[in-house]
């Protein structure tokens, strides 16, 4: 922990929101849950605190996490939350934001946060991609960037894609979400000169192979910016595209 959320934490401490315990955990690096060993120090590794993946998780073991995050003054992010975990959350979380087409959960610390940073656009091929689409956005905002969404404008139509292309070359990073044939980033890395960051998912007919088809046209991808992150994995899409923008930021920052 840096020196600034230390004090934080000491003065949580001193106004009773954080118990002692939780204080020494926290400052110790990692907390144990019995069912879950988490990782207090990620933030100042990486920039970001550990997130939850709520999947393959009791509502109670989520909760569990939440509060020792919460507790440790560290932002609380959960991915692929299902519907009785997120009415479990939102009886105990009322504060906290939910959004069901991404299936997050956000439980930000208490306090003002600075201005998004960069730019990321996250495309669809299709209607069907958008849960993966709006993971991959609500993880950028989370992460601190600003991310719009373009949905729906697959190479079925390509003229679709054509008419966005001066907003898509405005962006720092371009998240491309795209299931079927997944022929879609391609055509991005052709129109901008930014990172694109591939995402197939498991939409499409019986040869599609749950997404193994998309993943291996995009791997295959002739345009040389295109980098691919697992299939469904809109989070992962959207942490990188995050962490691309902050590096950005700070650059300029530095002149």
């Not at 600034?4 to 690096?29: H, Q, W, Y």
């Not at 730019?119 to 993966?132: M, N, S």
């Not at 044939?181 to 129109?191: E, F, H, M, Q």
């Not at 990188?240 to 530095?254: F, Y």
Request: aromatic share 4%; glycine share 12%; charged share 20%.
């Amino acid at each position: 922990m840096t020196a600034d959320e230390v004090r934080a934490l000491l003065e949580r401490v001193r106004g009773g929101a954080v118990t002692v315990d939780a204080a020494a955990a926290a400052l110790g690096g990692v907390a144990d849950l019995g069912f879950a060993t988490l990782d207090l120090d990620r933030k100042a590794r990486c920039g970001f605190p550990e997130v939850v993946l709520a999947e393959g998780k009791t509502a109670e073991w989520v909760e569990g996490a939440v509060r020792r995050l919460a507790a440790a003054g560290q932002d609380c992010f959960a991915t692929r939350v299902s519907p009785a975990q997120a009415e479990h959350l939102a009886k105990h979380f009322p504060a906290a934001e939910q959004d069901r087409l991404a299936r997050t959960f956000w439980l930000p610390t208490p306090g003002d946060r600075p201005a998004p940073a960069g730019r990321v656009c996250v495309v669809t091929a299709g209607t069907g991609d958008l849960p993966v689409a709006q993971e991959a956005v609500v993880t950028a905002r989370v992460m601190g960037a600003s991310a719009d969404l373009v949905a729906d404008v697959g190479v079925a139509g390509i003229h679709r894609v054509l008419r966005r292309r001066d907003e898509l070359a405005a962006a720092d990073v371009v998240i491309v979400v795209a299931g079927m044939d997944g022929a879609l980033p391609s055509v991005v890395g052709g129109l901008v000169d930014g990172p694109v960051i591939a995402v197939p998912t498991s939409i499409g007919y019986g040869a599609a192979f749950g997404g193994v088809a998309a993943l291996l046209t995009m791997l295959n991808s002739c345009s040389a910016g295109v980098t691919v992150v697992n299939i469904d994995a809109g989070f992962k899409a959207g942490y990188a595209a995050a962490l691309i923008v902050r590096r950005l930021g700070r650059a300029k920052a530095r002149g």
